[in-house]
């Protein structure tokens, strides 16, 4: 299943690239797909990357379908950016235990979600802190990367692309 996601998301950036995308620019919106993809606010990342697409007049599907191939890490990483949040901002760690949450839910209810969102508001600032380096080190790796690719596959005319 990921080996087919995976190859249907390569052979959209095989086709950008036909199509006469830049190096540059397909590094930079698979760059920003990876990043939005990990943001910690679940079912938020399409919006994102459609928005930051549309800004930067970068491949809308391009950025969708790293930002969908990313979806399985995004919530691996949730509970760390949160419990880096917390850990960051000197908050009480909220216990996970159903009973728990019941029992809250039943007697304070806002101020359960009070708090679940400044948890998440926790894990945005740590994912704010990993975005921009990561975004840089993506970038450079992956211009790196398809420059070398394209001028061993001979897709399209890499100097010219390059000046853009």
Same mark, same amino acid.
């Given at each position: 299943?990921?080996?087919?996601?995976?190859?249907?998301?390569?052979?959209?950036?095989?086709?950008?690239?036909? @199509?006469?995308?830049?190096?540059?620019?397909?590094?930079?919106?698979?760059?920003?797909? !990876?990043?939005?993809?990990?943001?910690? !606010?679940?079912?938020?990342?399409?919006?994102?990357?459609?928005?930051?697409?549309?800004?930067?007049?970068?491949?809308?599907?391009?950025?969708?379908?790293?930002?969908?191939?990313?979806?399985?890490?995004?919530?691996?990483?949730?509970?760390?950016?949160?419990?880096?949040?917390?850990?960051?901002?000197?908050?009480?760690?909220?216990?996970?235990?159903?009973?728990?949450?019941?029992?809250?839910?039943?007697?304070?209810?806002?101020?359960?979600?009070?708090?679940?969102?400044?948890? !998440?508001?926790?894990?945005?600032? !740590?994912?704010?802190?990993?975005?921009?380096?990561?975004?840089?080190?993506?970038?450079?790796?992956?211009?790196?990367?398809?420059?070398?690719?394209?001028?061993?596959?001979?897709?399209?005319?890499?100097? @010219?692309?390059?000046?853009?």
């Amino acid at each position: 299943m990921f080996r087919n996601a995976f190859n249907r998301v390569w052979q959209t950036l095989v086709h950008a690239l036909r @199509q006469g995308t830049s190096p540059k620019k397909l590094a930079l919106t698979c760059a920003l797909g !990876v990043v939005l993809g990990i943001f910690p !606010v679940y079912g938020s990342t399409t919006l994102l990357c459609f928005g930051v697409a549309l800004a930067l007049r970068l491949n809308v599907v391009v950025i969708q379908a790293v930002n969908y191939l990313l979806t399985p890490v995004q919530l691996v990483l949730l509970i760390p950016f949160m419990q880096g949040g917390i850990w960051l901002c000197g908050w009480p760690a909220i216990p996970l235990d159903l009973a728990v949450l019941t029992t809250r839910i039943e007697t304070d209810a806002w101020l359960l979600v009070r708090e679940l969102g400044a948890v !998440v508001g926790g894990g945005v600032v !740590v994912w704010m802190l990993v975005a921009a380096p990561l975004v840089v080190v993506l970038f450079n790796g992956l211009n790196w990367a398809i420059v070398k690719w394209q001028n061993r596959q001979g897709v399209g005319d890499v100097n @010219q692309q390059m000046v853009k």
